[in-house]
């Protein structure tokens, strides 16, 4: 069985520079020595095709989505099957994924069309090895928002357009949550910085090594109610590993029942530069690994609430246990000379940005 290829999806609200991130992320890999394949977005060659998703015939309405889902599935599968033959490291790059048709209609009807399908959401989103979700510049980017880049799009560049494109943005980001390495992009005043954390991202999933990037991190208190958040509890293991290495086993758990698994292992290969790998591991196999934990530190427990605000994505973290009281705000992919986009309800009480005493390995330790 060939073992390197790797499939993900770039994904985002209405004129979220899918489009540009693809041109770019073919180029660069290509010339790395990958064989990079593009799946089509599929929802786009219907509506060109004469299928409009706002008809007022529901069947037609449920005929078009459930063949959305079938040609998506169908041209995945192909594209795998091609990347099984090549001799390159392949990279499977698909505009859009299975799960994005679910922010499309009610959770009903996609109970309905995953069945006819014979398949499931949780099924849907382990076909990926990541999901890198652009978001839309409907929101904190208005003045970049256009139609003209795409013929199909029917949210316009007015206030209700807009309106609309945001709410799309945070469908898609919900229709996503649960993947293990599901990745937000934030809009930037400089659009090469949104490109460049794309790239960042997706040569993480490739195992290639990368400069490490402190993110941005505050010690905030919440002064306000909060907007809608996707809430998920985090239990953070640390592992026995050897000098030079970090070894993390994550248990993440969503309202909705959904737990995922993570083993992460950071090296570095060089005094500013390391590789990170994540992998999802089953039950059994992540209460085997716990047997591993570093006796010198604890576990760590928090309820992390995911949110964004103008056009920028916030982790906003509640810490349990010894550390009750800790809440830290971090913000992924801003650039050194960007400002941060903090919303009325924090209150920041200090930048912790690269303060070691704040990385959660430290924060472990046993006093």
């Known amino acids: 069985m060939k073992t390197d290829i790797k499939k993900i999806v770039l994904t985002g609200g209405p004129c979220a520079g899918k489009t540009t991130a693809l041109v770019r992320v073919v180029d660069h890999f290509s010339s790395l020595g990958f064989k990079v394949f593009t799946v089509p977005e599929v929802p786009t060659l219907y509506s060109l095709g004469g299928w409009n998703y706002l ?31 090549c001799q390159k490291p392949v990279l499977i790059v698909c505009d859009r994924g299975t799960m ?34 652009l978001v839309s510049a409907a929101d904190g980017a208005e003045k970049f928002y256009t139609t003209a880049t795409n013929v199909t799009r029917y949210e316009k560049a007015d206030e209700e357009g807009l309106r609309i494109a945001r709410e799309l943005d945070k469908k898609v980001i919900k229709a996503w949550t649960g993947h293990p390495h599901l990745r937000v992009i934030n809009n930037h005043d400089d659009f090469e910085c949104k490109m460049q954390r794309v790239l960042r991202e997706i040569s993480n999933v490739l195992g290639l090594p990368q400069p490490v990037a402190e993110e941005r991190k505050y010690l905030v208190e919440v002064t306000g109610p909060l907007p809608e958040t996707i809430d998920s509890d985090i239990l953070q293991t640390y592992l026995v590993s050897e000098p030079g290495s970090e070894v993390r086993l994550r248990r993440r758990s969503w309202k909705s029942g959904k737990v995922v698994n ?20 089953e039950n059994a196999l992540y209460e085997s690994l716990l047997q591993q934990a570093d006796p010198y530190r604890q576990p760590v427990s928090k309820l992390r609430r995911s949110f964004i605000w103008r056009g920028q994505y916030f982790e906003l973290d509640f810490y349990h246990g010894p550390l009750e009281g800790l809440v830290i705000l971090e913000t992924k992919g801003i650039a050194d000379a960007e400002d941060v986009n903090f919303p009325p309800f924090i209150r920041v009480v200090s930048d912790i940005t690269g303060n070691k005493e704040y990385y959660n390995y430290n924060l472990a330790l046993k006093h």
């Open 55 to 85: 008809t007022p015939n529901r069947q037609l309405y449920y005929e078009g989505e459930y063949a959305i889902l079938d040609t998506q599935l169908t041209l995945e599968d192909n594209f795998q099957r091609m990347a099984l033959v």
């Open 100 to 133: 994005d048709i679910s922010a499309y209609m009610s959770s009903d009807m996609w109970a309905d069309i995953t069945t006819k399908a014979g398949t499931s959401s949780n099924e849907l989103r382990e076909r990926y090895d990541a999901v890198l979700h």
């Open 262 to 281: 993570i083993h992460n292992t950071k090296k570095r290969t060089a005094p500013d530069v390391q590789v990170e790998t994540d992998r999802q591991v």
